[in-house]
């Protein structure tokens, strides 16, 4: 039996406007096929008795004013039908393409490859970041400065070997602050690399949504050892995270921000509260409008789950 499908609205409009077909075409069929009572000679209503005439008569003049309204109504069906029957044919057609393109994101979801770094990257990620705030030793040129650039480089490598501890410290309690402090809305892989069939990215962390309406969210940390280089490589970090953004949405399909944390370690020059305002101004505008960007104290760090959720709760879609 022809019903209509009320289960989803697009197929219920293309159902519909079947039905108003059918109905365009079988009323007509039903109401001509009975039209037999039209064709009664006179001569049978002459032998026919007063009552009966009477009633044949009047059926008679009944499907007569009736035939233009039957007429009219199929065409108004059918052309109704054939309306809704397009219409419900070019929703189901975009519903359908939306369904693909979420079908072939599943996929693509599935293809990307979300794994921990190994120690050994891990190791090298920690020995770039604390290079990337590094003196070079003097060259040396005669044997008093060969010396002197011996015991130089012997300091140097002292100090990077601490900025390297210092480095994976703070991104370890950073990580812990965020298992202490989980985000109901974001699950967090931190020191990740994302992979596809075209590209792979190393990622300090990656705040997956759980819901799909609401954006990823790619962290980047950095450690502050010098005030002074902080600011003037602010622009420098800020396009590195907006190009790490930019290919983990081009990988995934999915809307995406980016979260630079900038960590001033316990060793570190104390700044006035002034001066780390001035000192967070740079980055924020390097980022402009692809992320967002905090500077904070490494005894603070417990309060990046807060932030996190002040920073990014605006972008959320329920």
Known sequence: MLRTDTGNFNRFLTSLGLLFLAAALLIPYFFFRNTDILTIPDSDLQSMTALGRTAVLERQDA?????????????????????????????????QESEDEETELRKRRARLEM????????????????????QQPPQP??????????????????????????????ERTIEGAFSDSPISSHELNFQVK???ERDAIQLDGVFRAINNGQPDVILKTRVAFSPDYLKSTARLVADELIAQSSRYQAMTRR???????????????????????????????????????????????????????????????L
């Open 63 to 95: 499907i007569s004013h009736l035939e233009p309204w039957v007429v009219g109504g199929a065409i108004f069906l059918g052309a109704a039908g054939a309306i809704l029957l397009v219409a419900g044919g070019f929703r189901l057609k975009a519903a």
């Open 115 to 134: 794994q921990s770094l190994s120690p050994e990257e891990r190791a090298q990620k920690t020995a770039e970041k604390a290079r990337a705030w590094e």
């Open 141 to 170: 040129s005669t044997p008093e400065t060969r010396a002197s650039g011996s015991r130089a480089r012997s300091e140097h490598g002292l100090l990077l070997d601490d900025r390297k501890d210092t480095v994976e410290r703070i």
């Open 194 to 196: 994302a992979s596809s």
């Open 255 to 317: 809307p995406t921000d980016g979260w630079l944390v900038t960590v001033l370690p316990k060793d570190a020059e104390m700044l006035p509260s002034d001066a780390v305002d001035a000192l967070s101004k740079p980055i924020e505008d390097a980022l402009s409008a692809f992320g967002e960007a905090t500077l904070i104290r490494e005894d603070d760090i417990a309060r990046l789950p807060g932030i996190f959720v002040a920073r990014f709760s605006h972008t959320f879609v």
